[in-house]
């Protein structure tokens, strides 16, 4: 049984890609630190999931403790390391730029410094759609400039995707990065915009609605993004970046009808000014990810919206 060390595992993406690598018979390695970002209780139903598999083994630590990482690779010798742990959200990371650098790149780091001592056979590294910035030209392609980031986070993860650039050259290591494009779906984080949304429709108050509308995102259902993981876990081939999108944008206007449609239910709007970070638009070009790994994104947003709703009125008084 091919043993992987995934971290972040109990989080939203990661939990569904835990899942998955457990279901296709793969030994999982969940490592995670229960990040205050958002409540705990989140994460422990995800972790309760995960458990019941057998081939399941959870560490709760912090990947800034290289001691701690060097230990469990010591322990466990994983044939690989699927990365998606990280401080997540632009806005945020603008009022707190120390942690997110401080957790995002030296955790990046320490877990190549354990692969120079414990050498694996894949490292995937989990990016973002935020290091193309507010480019103009769509879609974005892994081939456009990334160098005008508009966050701290962004920030960060382009500095990730260097570091492992670096580490490839220096340790002949396969690794991969992924640039997820605005994934959604059933365990969301509760701080993103449809998870908000639905939960403040459903309560009857007031969603933040930044300017006009017209924004859009590359939204991208979470069963699809953890497919083109899995897919790039199992093609390594050299030092490869692939998008992992929908490849079709999503206004701010267009998600609130959908919302509004699957709850039944209309939205009351609190109209705000446009918000420091945010990018115009996000838009994936997936044509390298569809060659090289066969990924072909299949949940459209209506059908997504619909199952994160069922999610949401089934798993609600749960999430406190």
């Not at 800034?64 to 806005?91: F, Q």
């Not at 039944?264 to 990810?289: E, F, H």
């Amino acid at each position: 049984m091919k043993r992987v060390l995934l971290t972040g595992a109990v989080g939203f993406i990661a939990s569904h890609l835990s899942e998955l690598m457990l279901n296709s018979g793969y030994e999982v390695i969940g490592y995670d630190n229960f990040d205050p970002f958002y409540p705990r209780s989140y994460k422990e139903l995800n972790l309760k999931t995960l458990q019941a598999y057998p081939n399941f083994t959870f560490i709760e630590a912090d990947l800034r403790d290289r001691d701690k990482v060097m230990e469990t690779m010591e322990k466990y010798r994983p044939e690989g390391i699927i990365h998606l742990a990280a401080k997540a959200g632009v806005r945020p990371s603008i009022q707190d730029p120390v942690a997110y650098t401080d957790t995002n790149i030296t955790g990046t780091l320490n877990l190549l410094l354990a692969c120079e001592k414990y050498p694996v056979e894949h490292f995937t590294f989990a990016s973002s759609s935020s290091v193309y910035g507010n480019a103009s030209k769509v879609p974005f392609s892994e081939e456009d400039a990334t160098s005008l980031p508009e966050s701290p986070y962004a920030v960060t993860k382009k500095a990730g995707e260097l570091l492992c650039y670096t580490y490839y050259q220096l340790l002949k290591l396969p690794i991969t990065c992924l640039r997820f494009f605005t994934v959604y779906g059933p365990r969301q984080r509760p701080d993103l915009a449809i998870h908000k949304f639905v939960k403040l429709i459903d309560n009857d108050e007031p969603i933040p609605f930044f300017g006009d509308g017209s924004t859009s995102r590359d939204y991208t259902f979470v069963a699809d993004t953890v497919k083109g993981v899995k897919a790039a876990y199992e093609n390594p081939d050299g030092y490869q970046i692939y998008n992992l999108g929908r490849s079709a944008p999503v206004s701010l206007n267009e998600m609130v009808a959908t919302i509004e449609r699957a709850m039944g239910k209309s939205a009351i709007l609190k109209r705000m000014p446009d918000q420091q970070g945010d990018v115009t638009i996000t838009y994936a070009d997936v044509s390298k990810a569809h060659a090289k790994l066969g990924y072909d994104p299949e949940v459209d947003f209506e059908e997504g919206i619909r199952r994160f709703v069922a999610w949401w009125h089934e798993a609600k008084a749960n999430l406190k």
